[in-house]
């Protein structure tokens, strides 16, 4: 809009003609005739109209061109968010499809189990899926943060004996990332063993308890007292997990362990986020970077979680006539995890990251109806409205962190 005003014709280019008229009459000594002053007149107008005729054709022009290259994005940042929330959803039911028995269908077809869901599968699993995306991470973060090895390579020289007092506090960042990444490890082995035992929505939905325990824990480290909208929420998200836990479920294992792994995979998540924040806002680290090291701190623990022995019926236990089914399996979660970040990643960019959350809270209803579709999955009408409550309540939270419209225009 700028350079726009700044190439249309100024007062300063239309006054000149004038002079130049005048000026032969001027020499001459005798007075403008009244003819020539009708020409005069005439031509300025001319002039004038030549000169504001394309500022008025052009100026609407660019002004509708602006408003659908706007409305544009933000289409396409609600269509990538959209897919990353389906990419999740998906995710979720590929879990449950790997741990699923023989005597159920998925979509009508029947299946077999692939894998039991002990610990020392479940690390297996987050292995195999890591290591489909850490490497494809490692190509992608150059093209989404062009510096990325620059800021690996100053975190990692924090770590020197002869560390200067600003790289100290580069060495705080790289701690707090990679603890940040152990809890995302916890969360995810916890959500693996609770998707195992119980459905898939009830799994999921209990999970969703990290909003409000992101909630508690920024009103007891930040000092973000909650308003009424999301005190309203907290209190809908509780009613929520109550009428999900005290409902009985059709075809679930253990109610008990899975639920109880479901909520603490939450509260994991939760401190995950916390920690992600600090990073991001107060330590000022890309989001990029620090994707890659939390990936690669879950990598490197899944690994050793692996070659530790565990006790009883918890190790590793495999069908070697699975074994490809389950490389294929953990190669499509690995695809869907990257590809959900990517899609997040972008569709972030476009639409911003409260509009974002607001979508991404429709995960729980979401998998609810995958894998009642895709697994025959169901739940009883008491926990379909507590579902309901769980989503409602996180998409509000997330409501109450999006800016309000006054705020863009100043």
Aim: hydrophobic fraction near 45%.
């Amino acid at each position: 809009m700028t350079s726009n005003v700044l190439t249309a014709p100024s007062l300063g280019e239309t006054t000149p003609e004038p002079r130049s008229v005048l000026t032969p009459n001027l020499s001459t000594g005798r007075p403008p005739s009244p003819k020539l002053r009708r020409e005069t007149t005439s031509k300025q107008k001319t002039t004038n109209n030549t000169q504001t005729t394309p500022k008025q054709q052009t100026t609407p022009r660019q002004q509708r061109s602006r408003t659908s290259a706007n409305w544009s994005e933000l289409q396409i940042g609600f269509f990538l968010i959209a897919l990353s929330t389906v990419v999740s959803s998906l995710y979720n039911v590929a879990i449950k499809a790997i741990f699923y028995t023989a005597s159920n269908s998925l979509g009508g077809l029947s299946t077999q189990q692939l894998i039991l869901p002990t610990l020392g599968n479940i690390f297996l699993i987050l292995m195999l899926r890591l290591l489909v995306v850490v490497p494809l991470m490692l190509l992608l973060s150059p093209i989404l943060h062009p510096p990325i090895w620059e800021d690996l390579e100053n975190l990692f020289a924090s770590l020197r004996a002869n560390a200067t007092p600003s790289q100290k506090k580069t060495k705080q960042v790289l701690f707090l990332s990679v603890i940040s990444g152990c809890f995302l490890f916890l969360s995810q082995v916890l959500i693996y063993v609770a998707i195992g035992e119980v459905t898939t929505g009830m799994a999921i939905a209990l999970f969703f308890i990290y909003p409000v325990l992101s909630v508690f824990l920024s009103w007891f480290l930040f000092r973000e007292r909650p308003n009424f909208l999301a005190t309203g929420a907290i209190a809908a998200i509780f009613c929520g997990e109550l009428l999900i836990l005290g409902s009985e479920s059709v075809g679930v294992k253990n109610t008990s362990l899975g639920s109880t792994t479901a909520l603490m995979s939450g509260l994991a998540f939760a401190i995950y986020v916390i920690l992600t924040r600090v990073c991001a806002t107060k330590l000022k680290l890309h989001p990029v970077s620090l994707t890659l090291i939390n990936f690669t701190t879950m990598l490197l623990l899944s690994f050793l979680c692996l070659i530790i022995p565990l006790p009883g019926n918890s190790g590793l236990v495999i069908n070697a006539s699975n074994a490809l089914e389950l490389v294929l399996s953990a190669f499509i979660l690995g695809v869907l995890t990257l590809c959900g970040y990517l899609f997040n990643n972008f569709g972030i960019r476009k639409l911003g990251a409260p509009l974002s959350s607001i979508i991404g809270a429709t995960v729980p209803i979401l998998t609810v109806i995958f894998a009642g579709l895709m697994l025959q999955e169901s739940l009883n009408m008491i926990q379909i409205i507590g579902v309901l409550f769980v989503t409602v309540g996180a998409a509000s939270i997330s409501w109450k962190k999006t800016p309000q419209p006054s705020q863009p225009s100043k």
